[in-house]
């Protein structure tokens, strides 16, 4: 933009009054009295935009481009990589020093509504039961408790052993001399207990997988019976009655646990279908909602219509340090002295030529 227009005053005053408009103009941008006009311009300004339509605000194909500049596997990598590890140890070591309780962070009416939704059958879904219980790992499990138990039972009821049965039969039968039976007894019971294990062993090959299977089926047709609710609604309490060093992760865990994360989010900024379905869907809401005010477009979302103006003020007052630091750098001043300067070199002073031109109508 060129402003020809001619003035009754000299270049070299033009050029003094362009040097001092530009030290005026930076001067006045960090002055503390332009921290209460940015306070307040910042909320009139919202303000004022919340009736303006969307598509006067954003442009679909730029919003799209910066998505696609921004989500990245490049960016993930090189730029967010190191920050969200570090970040995940500082707040690993800040939670684990933490001596109060999970739930001393959990307000009343938060813990209700957690022992409201641990009520409900289906916190548990039926399908991630089944699949545990299709491991060769709870079959191991089964199989052991039911060996363990089948042991215990079978050695209270041999009576072999068992006091009321072949040891008090032979005490009873002493007087009449049958000493030799008693030897052919105890034969009997070692070669007994010799292949009862592995014919125990071999029983629960089959009915252990039965029995698990069978378990997983009453854990999900009794879920919703008062036992199995109280179990669900204690397990959520014990959580918030523990530390979070005693429920986290060590360190190296952690960082695993941080780095897996951060792989899958590389992994789903190159995807390409998901970057195709991203723009069609940022095209289309915008082109949804170009013609509506944004106040409306806040409302569909569940927004306020209206940001909280104390709200905006204590942000804007909180955002001026940066503004000021801003405004302080090269860059910046360099491209306020260039807008200053387009107008003052734009005008024609009384000491110099009219541009070839003028006046011709």
């Known amino acids: 933009m060129v402003n020809e227009r001619s003035v009754q005053t000299t270049r070299a005053a033009l050029e003094d009054l362009k040097t001092r408009h ?21 909320a009139d300004v919202l303000d004022e935009l919340r009736f303006a339509p969307l598509g006067r605000l954003v442009e679909p194909s730029s919003l799209a481009r910066a998505l696609d500049s921004a989500i990245t596997k490049q960016t993930v990598d090189g730029s967010l990589r190191p920050a969200i590890e ?4 500082e707040v690993h070591a800040v939670l684990v020093k933490e001596r109060a309780t999970i739930g001393s962070f959990v307000s009343g009416q938060a813990q209700k509504d957690l022992a409201a939704l641990f009520a409900r059958p289906d916190v548990l879904p039926p399908k ?31 009576p072999f052993v068992a006091e009321w049965g072949l040891p008090s039969l032979m005490k009873k039968l002493g007087p009449f001399g049958l000493g030799g039976v008693g030897k052919s007894i105890d034969g009997l019971r ?63 865990a952690t960082k695993q646990g941080t780095r897996i994360g951060v792989d899958i989010a590389a992994h789903l900024a190159a995807n390409e279908e998901l970057a195709t379905r991203r723009r069609a869907f940022v095209l289309a809401w915008v082109k949804e909602n170009e013609a509506k005010p944004v106040s409306e477009v806040f409302a569909s979302l569940g927004l306020p219509d209206k940001p909280p103006r104390e709200i905006v003020t204590a942000l804007a007052d909180a955002t001026f340090p940066a503004l000021t630091a801003t405004i302080g750098t090269p860059a910046a001043q360099s491209w306020l002295a260039s807008i200053v300067a387009e107008f003052y070199d734009g005008l024609v002073a009384s000491d110099e030529p009219p541009p070839t031109g003028a006046g011709e109508g």
């Open 190 to 252: 070692v070669d007994f207990e010799k292949r009862l294990d592995p014919e125990i062993r071999k029983f629960l090959l089959g009915f252990s997988q039965k029995a698990v299977k069978n378990a997983a089926e009453s854990i999900v047709a009794r879920a919703g019976d008062p036992p199995f609710v109280a179990l669900r609604q204690r397990l959520a309490g014990f959580l918030l009655e523990q530390r979070f060093a005693e429920v986290l992760l060590d360190v190296e």
């Open 22 to 42: 530009i030290a005026f103009l930076k001067a006045r941008l960090t002055s503390p009295a332009a921290r209460a006009e940015w306070q307040k311009t910042v």
């Open 86 to 89: 570090r970040l995940a140890r």
């Open 128 to 158: 991630l039961v089944r699949e545990i219980a299709e491991s060769e790992a709870a079959r191991e499990v089964m199989r052991e408790v039911m060996h363990d138990a089948l042991k215990q039972f079978s050695e209270r009821v041999n």
